[in-house]
C-alpha cells in the first residue's frame, strides 16, 4: 500500500461517492477505482459496499479506516512532537499560552491540560481569561499564542491577520434567579419574562450585546428592557439577588449555579479558536486538536453515542 492509495481511501469514505472522490481529488474516476482496487488486493478485503446509491464502508473498511486515522494521527503528532524538540532545544520546554472568555467554565481546560502532559511533555500550556471586551484584542497580543472566543468578537480589520478552526455552535441561555417566581414554572418560555429587566454588559464601544439580544426578543414578540451593567460581575450579582434576568452561554460557569435558573434557548453561536498568520508556534496545531476532539468527545457523551 501507499500513501496515495490510503488518501484515495480517506475520500471515498468521506464523500460516499467514487465521482466526488475523484473530483475532490481532481483526478478520473478510474484513477480513484484502480488505487482501491489494489489497496483490497493487497489487504485481501473488499473495503466498500454499495447502500442506497451510496458507497460506504464495510465491516473490513470500518476497521481499515480506524487504524489508517491512528497511523495518520501517530505520525502528526510525532511530527509536531519533534518540532516542538527542535524548537525547544536548548530551552528545557517549549510554551504556549491560551485565552479565553472570563465568564466560560471551559469543561476540555482539565482533560486538555492532562493530554498535553502525556502526550507532549515538552509543552508548557498557560492559560488566562480576558474580558467581553478585551478578548478580541487577545488574539492580537504577541504574548498570547491562541484565543478560544466567538467569531463575532473578532473585529473585521484583523480578519486578515488572523487563522481560525471552528470548534463548535454554543447553545445561548437565559438566567435568573433560583428563586424568581419564573424560575422552574412548568413550559415557562422567554416571551413571560416581557415585563422584566434584561441586565447585560454593555459599553459604548461594543453595542452588539444590546443588538443580538433585542433580535432574540423581538423575534418572541416583545422589546427587552434593558438595565445596563458595566461588567460581567455586576450582571451576575444583580441577576442572583433577584432582579430581572439576564442571557448568557452555555458555557457560562453560572448554567451549573444553583443559585440560578437556567432556560435554553433555540439560538446558537459558533465558537472558534484563533491564532495570529504569523505565529510559528508547533504547538498551536497540536492544542486545536486536543480541544476538538475533547469537545466532540463530550458532545458523542451528550448525545449517547
Partial sequence: MNELQIKYFFSVAETGSYTQAAIDQNVSQPAISKQITAL?????????????????????????????????????????????KHASKGKGSLTARLAFFIDWDLFFMAPLVQSLHKDFPELNLEIESRGKFEIASAIMDPSIDATICFYHMVPKDMENKIASRFLCEIQRTLLCSAKHPLAGKPDVKLSDFKDEDCIVIYSPTHPEPCRTIRKICESHGFEPKFILKSNHDSVVMTVQSGHGYCIFDEWSRNTSNRHFFSMPLDYTRPVGYFWRRDNGNPAIPIIADAVERIIRERKAEKEGK
Fill in 40 to 84: 483490497e488486493n493487497e489487504l485481501g478485503v473488499t473495503l466498500f459496499e454499495r447502500n442506497n446509491n451510496c458507497t460506504v464502508l464495510s465491516e473490513s473498511g470500518k476497521l481499515f479506516y480506524d487504524c489508517f486515522r491512528r497511523i495518520n494521527q501517530d505520525l502528526e503528532n510525532t511530527r509536531r512532537l519533534a518540532q516542538m
